[in-house]
């Protein structure tokens, strides 16, 4: 503080101090802990929110300025969404919260004896330590697939997607080769997950009705969209009875889905299915999902896919105030294994450990809190117009009551008014004259491509 | 055809035969001619357009996928606007025009002898020829400069600069050192055309206004943001009244304008102005064009900024169906020296190229077109909130008005119903709420950002 006051006097106009900012009604009668939580998704962010009334400094670090809406994603990867719409910096989501910086830097370091981690080039003290860094795609060991077949994680991986996605059908319109035209046009998936199947979906969609009229030379409602699923029905964390439903769906709109079968090698030209040769241009990955490396450096047990084990109270074992939260956290589930790696589980999860810290707080560490309980509120996947499966209470239904329950559920949940409202006016334009908002090919990873003509 | 129609019946349900997307009322008729279109910005497309009703086969050839509505780029760099609110796909723009076909690729070869251009790997033969693809920033021989202060042409360079700009108010939040912290809250413009104008504008605009709450250990509000202009006034191009309402609006809203003062030297960690050492991380360039390296294949005299010198009818000397519109033509004009670089001139100058073409066509041959006119419409820039100037009709004004003109002629001239929609609910947003819309930072160039925590 002192020094800091210093700087303040020497009048450098650009300081402003922490005490300021951070002032609440509580901050001169307690003496307040530091919580710093890791990775600024729908775990870490709730986990903030939730403790907004408590007596703390919160640090919340992401190596990211935006927290993303996930379930969306799907969106920007087909062109219907251009990414604002589903992102919001971090720091104005928590701008009114006082008693939270945000920070954008890579924790690269967790030393959980001295109580802090490597931030950038400094390191932040904790009392309490939330780590929810979530998971990025996992190609099973094969990371040479990655330039091949690109996942969807982060809004870069979704205009790389789109990029490829609409850059195909111009490389369509351009060749002459009737094979090559053929590998183009032929759109593969792989994984039949939710993000595979709503990526099938609205490709389906996109290339029987959006853009059929903008080719001359083409035909892009005879492009092939095949869906593969290891397991034998698609949406595999799904009941049963919703799984049948969403083929339905997908065939109905001429994706062709594959189960019980894998993609045994990629390469430029296509795929090797057993002894069968696919030859496609474009591969997407839907498949599987790795734990962020933060997880490993809590000393603690982790699953095959490298999420942690946890604690009932979703604790690190041996560290009391050191939690997991979100998809980096492995939790069994009686009913369904283990509570799946959606945005629901996610929220519950940063709710909790947000209301554990501020009782631990409060009792002085005395009160313990009750193990984490997972509230199923069900599961919804969109195949596209008016075309998802819903489960809820129970109960499995699909077509269009599924598809309006999906559309509100999402925007309700869409951080801040705003994009809410644009991304219904998104949606509503494109319903009513299947067009899509954002068909922009951009730039690209390998920062190959110049100026613009 | 004969060879395409085989491909076809061979049952290759992907190809679908030209004649049947081009076909019009005039085709059985009059043997067409093939027009080619390079470059799809105002000029190229208006030309396009206005030749629908011709009976030639039009083919338009652009290196990126969409039209861009370059006046408004500056608010993509400033976080207000998404890429695909001022980009529409150019197919989705001509997709009705059933007499054009959009070609994505780039030229890389004109060969007027032989009536062919190379667009990628194939030849494209034209009758006639209309050379469109405009300007890209010039840093005045010291190339060098570019990635230290990213210019604003393509919807990549305005992402860069969103991204820098964004990230500088991150790592300002972070440092604790108050000079380094000055340094990366210093913002300085290269140019006071209207870019530059309507850059350092909103740039004053975010700091003071939109983002001051969101940080907890910088006072955003005191960032500097300097703008230089080698010219002794801003907006060189306007007139003398206009240049000083922009610039009192200018510095009511904290801009620091110098005036006839050049940077000398462009490094990582500042500028050198004269003898004036000016520590900044964030250069932007707003300063000079270079027109696109096509215009010098065409053979033509070509003035200091490689603009081609064409004929009072814009075609090139020697070459009566050989056409340059847009940035990329030197036309003269009596009261303006020459035909400002900006859209008003792009659209009329592409409209007469078409009527020209049409002329042409129609009279085999005959008939002449008179020369072309520019009908100066008046110019308008804005330097933020309520602030713009405009002289039109040979007056002066500025202020609330003209800031209205503003907006509405733009919202006007945006390309699609749709875009015109979503901007101006993003600017009537951030209008009441002073919210940017883009506050994302999203990859980069150089491909260094990996997957998202």
Known sequence: MGEKAIEQIHGDRVYRPRWRASRDWYSLRVPRSRVVIIGGGFAGLQ?????????????????????????????????????????????????????VEVLLAEVTAVDL??????????????????????????YFGHDDWAPLAPGLKTVEDALEMRRRFLLAFEAAERVEDPAERQALLTFLVVGAGPTGVELAGAMAEITRKSITRDFRSI????ARILLFEAQDRVLPEFPVAASEKALRHLEEIGVRVRLGERVDEIDEHGVLVGEERI?????????????????????????????????????????ARVFVAGDLAHVP?????????????????????????????????????????YWDKGMLATIGRNRAVASLWGRTFGGMIAWLLWASVHI????????????????????????RGARLIVGNRSAESGKGS
Do not use: C
């Open 47 to 99: 986990a903030a929110r939730s403790l907004a009334r408590t007596p703390v400094d919160i640090t919340l670090i992401d190596r990211r300025n935006h927290h993303l809406f996930q379930p969306l994603l799907y969106q920007v990867a087909t062109a219907a969404l251009s990414p604002a719409n589903i992102a919001a910096p971090i720091r104005r989501v928590l701008r009114k919260q006082k008693n």
């Open 113 to 138: 004896e001295g109580h802090r981690v490597r931030a950038g080039e400094s390191w932040k003290e904790f009392d309490y330590l939330l780590v929810a860094t979530g998971v990025s795609h996992s």
């Open 219 to 222: 035909d892009t409602s005879a």
């Open 279 to 319: 030859d496609t241009k474009n591969v997407f990955w839907a498949a599987g999902v790795r734990a962020s490396s933060l997880g490993a450096m809590l000393g603690a047990e982790v699953d095959r896919a490298g999420r942690v084990h946890v604690e009932p109270d979703l604790s690190v074992p041996g560290h």
């Open 333 to 373: 589930n009686e009913k369904l294994g283990m509570v799946p790696g959606m945005a629901p589980g996610a929220l519950q999860m940063g709710a909790y450990v947000g209301r554990a810290i501020k009782r631990d707080v409060h009792s002085g560490g005395e009160a313990k809190s009750p193990p984490f309980r």
């Open 412 to 435: 309700f949940f869409l951080i801040g008014f705003r994009n809410r409202v644009l991304v219904a006016l998104e949606w509503a334009w494109m319903y009513v004259v299947f067009e």
